[in-house]
């Protein structure tokens, strides 16, 4: 895989407090959250990081995604967060799912089911500063950095358009 493009080793390094009791990888497949949540996979092509952990299906699926396709130069799970966006307000800071170089770009994806994506919709401010973030990290770093929330129930569809570059 080699190092991760872009300066971002700092980003991309996992430090974790939790114990390695039990590893799978992305082939063992998803179970539940209860216990999938507990267990961390490994073995992946193209992560940045040896082991990760998912919060959901579509989380999972979307590493299985990432990991499958030679379009994907390296991805990142930021869990345990490493990547922490200030909100407007102050409070805690926006964490999202997965960091993900492809090509020139860097995307930063919020995965969410889609029932709570209407609670997101009522966040607009942190979205904002999410964008704006990118924004300035795009123009700072001098790459494109951009950021997405993909719904669970169109992840396929969604990296898809990433992938082949429909990114909107």
Known sequence: MGEPAYGWQ???ICY????????????????????????????FARSAQKYARFDSEPEFDTAKILDRD????WWYRNDPA????ESPDGRRGHRPDFVVGI?????ILEIKGDHLLAGLDSRLGQRQSVQNWCTKQSTELGKDIRYRVVPGSKIAVEMVAILDGRDG
């Open 70 to 73: 030679p379009r994907v130069d």
């Open 82 to 85: 490493s990547l922490a966006i």
């Open 10 to 12: 700092s980003l991309v």
């Open 103 to 107: 090509g020139q770009k860097v995307w």
């Open 16 to 43: 974790s407090r939790y114990e390695l009791d039990d590893e799978r990888t992305l082939d063992s497949g998803w179970t539940s959250p209860v216990e999938c949540n507990r267990r961390w996979f490994t073995g």
